[in-house]
């Protein structure tokens, strides 16, 4: 797992997600709350999704150009609400003692690429499919008896 | 988890030439880059102790992201805050030839009101998963010299242990928040509240000192490996006793963070902790470069460690 914590609060300002996320050089993060329990998570696409309202139906248009001027509106209108308006509620989350078997099928069939890693209950870390498939690729591969899984505190 | 505070970090450069000659082009023929700061080098040796450790502080700009893959790197956790301006970068050209060191060090970047609102909410969060927190070194322009004062309090809330490390003001009014553990740096001056540290006499004075501002134990170090440890009723002179000292850098820090390995574990007496701190800095001080990186390295070095009460 990558152990960085970096995470936001649930009034946390668009603006300031923004500013993170750009800094940080991330695409979205764990919301918590002041114990640092997992409460949601935003990443840029739920940010994209709440300011273009027709999100769906330009996907498979040929060109956002007219959308984009009320992308603008939006991101400005909503830069000082709290991200806990966008964020995505139902999230899910790994233990630090759980492996990666369960961690690749986690965001493979939830299609997510953040998966936040939690100790007692509280944010330890985050987890990626570039971490595993890593971790996979480098592991040596002759070994037959050798399990898959390991920790991800050993990582 | 064992929580550093780290407010002015550095990327620290270290380039090795043979016979540096000014306003030529000279060879390096060694380059080290690693990351600085006195709350990063206690993380370094609370994980080299095999215990886990979040780091919190200010970074910027691509040397802070550089800083931050090293400490996730040794499995150490961050959750620094990422300002707008670049973390500052300190040169150190060592002269094999010569043995001179020559340092280039950076002034700090400037940080904003905005920036220490940030870093506060997540010092807040952090404490709730941390049972001591470590406030180590220089302040970076634009924060409050009684920052340190106030983190004190903020963590006390929450139930957490606090070390101070620091000198001058950001030290004395980090005292009025009552640490639970105080140790000046006087690296720059060896002066403690105007006493000049040069006799274990004006050690223990100084100690106490910094325990009547407010500290409940005070480490004050003496000369190459002798320590003066005070609390409000015992007095403590500890040493390590070793021949080969190769590199100090960092081992004031490593001391911080044997303090703060040995606390966490609860079962150790006061005197166990000190033995362990001991231990922890001349370990540090064995290694030339980087920090040690296994409990054994350190408990090795308990026997060369005497603590006598006073």
Redesign the interface.
Known sequence: M??????V?ADCKLV?LIK?LS???ISGVPV?N???EVIGFISQHDVIKATLPNYLGIVSSDSILSEFIQLSKKLKEYSQHPIDEFMRKNVITIDEDDNEVLAADLLIRNKIQRLPVL??G?L??IVTLTDICRLLIEKNENSKTQSYSSNFNRT | MIATVTLNPALDVILEVNNLKLDQYNKVHNAQVTSGGKGINVSKAVRGCGRETIALGFLGGGRGRIIEEELRGLGITTNFWHIEEKTRSNTIIWDKKTGQHTLLSEVGPQVTEYDLEMFHSIFYRVMSQSSIVTLSGSLPRGTPVDIYANLIDIAKERGVKTILNASGEPFIKGLEGKPFLAKPDIRKSNKVFGIVIDSEKNAINAAKEVVRRGAEIAIVSLELQKDIIATQDELWFAETTYGKIVNLIGAGDALIAGFAVALAEEDKSFREIIEFSMACALASALREEEEFNSRKEVEKCLKCVNVKKI
């Open positions: 990558i152990r960085d914590v970096t995470s609060i300031d993170i800094r940080h050089k918590v002041h114990n640092q100790r007692k509280k330890v870390g």
